[in-house]
């Protein structure tokens, strides 16, 4: 089975950080690169950050470039991404899934609220 669960969401003044999880299943997991999608209210999903199965490799949107950091912990089936200066753009809710996938499983992601 395929489990992803997001979580570090939150309200956070412009300029603040904050720190997401997800969990995966190792079926989703293991020897894939994974990545952090996020959906803003009335806007497509978009992929925000990737990182390699092995974590050597990582790639950032432009708009999030600078700002957020993507790692994974594989002992523990984990990906994060850690967001810094955040900006009410930034407002959206954040999943984590394989990159690519299949488009057939998602997490319930987790909600990131920017106040300016």
């Known amino acids: 089975q395929v489990h992803l669960v997001e979580s570090g969401g939150g309200l956070v003044q412009a300029g603040g950080s904050l720190r997401l999880s997800c969990a995966a299943s190792?079926?989703?997991?293991?020897?894939?690169?994974m990545g952090w999608y996020r959906q803003p209210p009335g806007k497509q999903r978009e992929l925000v950050a990737s990182?390699?199965?092995?974590?050597?490799?990582?790639n950032y949107a432009d708009s999030v470039k600078g700002r957020f950091t993507i790692s994974r912990d594989n002992a523990k089936n984990t990906v994060y991404l850690q967001m810094n200066s955040l900006k009410p753009e930034d407002t959206a809710v954040y999943y984590c899934?394989?990159?690519?996938?299949?488009?057939?499983?998602w997490g319930q992601g987790t909600q990131v609220t920017v106040s300016s």
């Open positions: 990182i390699t199965s092995g974590g050597t490799f990582t």
């Open positions: 190792g079926s989703i997991f293991s020897f894939n690169a």
């Open positions: 899934n394989a990159v690519p996938n299949s488009g057939k499983y």
